[in-house]
């Protein structure tokens, strides 16, 4: 049970900023295997925002509650998912080579790629979840924030780690580990989808699925693998399409 708090502490304290014990270790091995609990760290962030969003209902109009609850998520998790999207699209959209491309998203600087592609992507972020109705936000949000973070681990478990140094610029990279541990992800990141019909479910995962295996495929010839930037990039990917597929079903239902 120990082991198994460390390995869920290990990965709030890695991909979030809301503190830890003290006495929680740390290596790389702890942090590989405390990818299973990706998706569980995703639904509490989803969890804070859809409280900061039902919360400022009582004193705000619909469209301004999202704009905050959209905000404390990215301050809790100190925007590492969204700037890793920006230095994905900073170094695929400015570099030619393996080495160039690398060497852009190893810049802690962002660019006009980066803020263009933020800026687009929490746009359609804000403007999916808008369309949805008022009760449905707060489910939509932990649903999507968990989800999203399952397939980040995916790439992990079947692609490589690209950079040759085996850094990033800032923090390690959470790499393989047991397949266990895959099977946990995915079992906390696909137990959200239950919130929503099961139509939802079934076309969530398949095109996410889908997503994933070309991101993988364009990762693997452009870099020969992935960087932490770009499991970020494919976790804000994910978020944004579940949310579109949300509005879809609810538009047409």
Not at 192 to 217: D, H
Request: aromatic share 12%.
């Amino acid at each position: 049970m120990k082991q198994q708090l460390t390995l869920f502490l290990t990965a709030l304290m890695f991909y979030t900023r809301i503190p830890v014990p003290k006495w929680v270790p740390w290596s790389e091995e702890i942090l590989n295997r405390s990818t299973r609990y990706l998706p569980l760290v995703g639904l509490l962030v989803g969890g804070i925002g859809s409280g900061v969003f039902a919360g400022l209902q009582q004193l705000f109009p619909v469209h301004l509650s999202l704009i905050l609850s959209m905000l404390a998520t990215i301050f809790v998790t100190g925007a590492f998912h969204e700037d890793g999207f920006a230095d994905f699209c900073d170094g695929f959209g400015g570099g030619y080579t393996r080495e160039k491309i690398l060497t852009i998203m190893k810049d802690s600087r962002i660019g006009t790629y980066g803020s263009i592609g933020l800026t687009g992507m929490l746009a359609t972020k804000f403007a999916g979840l808008i369309s949805l109705t008022p009760e449905t936000i707060p489910f939509a949000l932990l649903s999507g924030h968990a989800f999203s973070r399952l397939m980040p681990v995916i790439v992990i478990f079947t692609s490589s780690y690209s950079r040759d140094d085996a850094t990033s610029k800032t923090k390690p990279v959470g790499k393989r580990s047991k397949s266990s541990d895959l099977l946990i992800a995915i079992a906390l990141g696909l137990a959200p989808l239950s919130l929503f019909p099961w139509q939802i479910a079934a076309t969530a995962v398949p095109v996410c699925l889908l997503i994933y295996r070309v991101f993988k495929r364009y990762l693997e010839k452009k870099i020969g693998g992935y960087t932490g930037d770009c499991l970020g990039a494919l976790q804000q990917i994910s978020e944004v399409t579940f949310y579109l597929i949300l509005v879809i079903f609810y538009h047409f239902s």
